[in-house]
T-cell receptor, first 114, second 113 residues
């Protein structure tokens, strides 16, 4: 498809396990974002990749969270030793590298830590 | 530090009337502003944007107004329709430096038939 694709769409994991969430951005988009939305909350910024620049990791809530973007395309968000407070919808978005363009979001991955 | 704020968590209007959603920001470096709409169980979808060189942008029933001196923007929906019921997020970036989007907390709009 032509949109941002995220997988899995739903993930239930046990507390303490590691999880990997995947994002396939729109082809040609060099900027990629990860956000999360906890129940009843707004969009919380996690990490931002822009081309070959060093990623902006300022939103990662703890060192259990990491993300990488291979080949400037697919991105993986990894959460180690998951906690119940990590339960949220994790949203990925991508945009063109040029300034003043909108970001397009995927459907999100709903993570539930039990 | 919440750089983009939407102070109204919810808004309810009658079908056919105007919906006005508000957003305030603190970072004077922001020069590009966007509104997104989000339905439950879906990702946010882009609605309308405005550059800081403008004070108004219109697209059909949707108009965004920007008041740079007050660091305030608003989204007007006229006429409101029940299908507009969703959470609306305001977002901002220092676009010319290619920085990330910063979102507000969102406003739940309910349009009653």
């Amino acid at each position: 498809g032509a949109g941002v694709s995220q997988s899995p769409s739903n993930k239930v994991t046990e507390k303490g396990k590691d999880v990997e969430l995947r994002c396939d951005p729109i082809s040609g988009h060099t900027a990629l974002y990860w956000y999360r939305q906890s129940l009843g909350q707004g969009l919380e910024f996690l990490i931002y990749f822009q081309g070959n620049s060093a990623p902006d990791k300022s939103g990662l809530p703890s060192d259990r969270f990491s993300a990488e973007r291979t080949g400037g395309s697919v991105s993986t968000l990894t959460i180690q030793r998951t906690q119940q407070e990590d339960s949220a919808v994790y949203l990925c978005a991508s945009s063109l590298s040029i300034a003043n363009t909108e970001a397009f979001f995927g459907q999100g991955t709903r993570l539930t830590v039990v | 530090d919440q750089q983009v704020k939407q102070n109204s968590p919810s808004l309810s209007v009658q079908e056919g009337r105007i919906s006005i959603l508000n957003c305030d920001y603190t970072n004077s470096m922001f020069d590009y502003f966007l509104w997104y709409k989000k339905y439950p169980a879906e990702g946010p979808t882009f609605l309308i944007s405005i550059s800081s060189i403008k004070d108004k942008n219109e697209d059909g029933r949707f108009t965004v107004f920007l008041n740079k001196s007050a660091k305030h923007l608003s989204l007007h929906i006229v006429p409101s329709q029940p299908g507009d019921s969703a959470v609306y997020f305001c977002a901002a970036s220092a676009g010319t430096s290619g920085s990330r989007l910063t979102f507000g907390e969102g406003t739940q709009l309910t349009v009653n038939p």
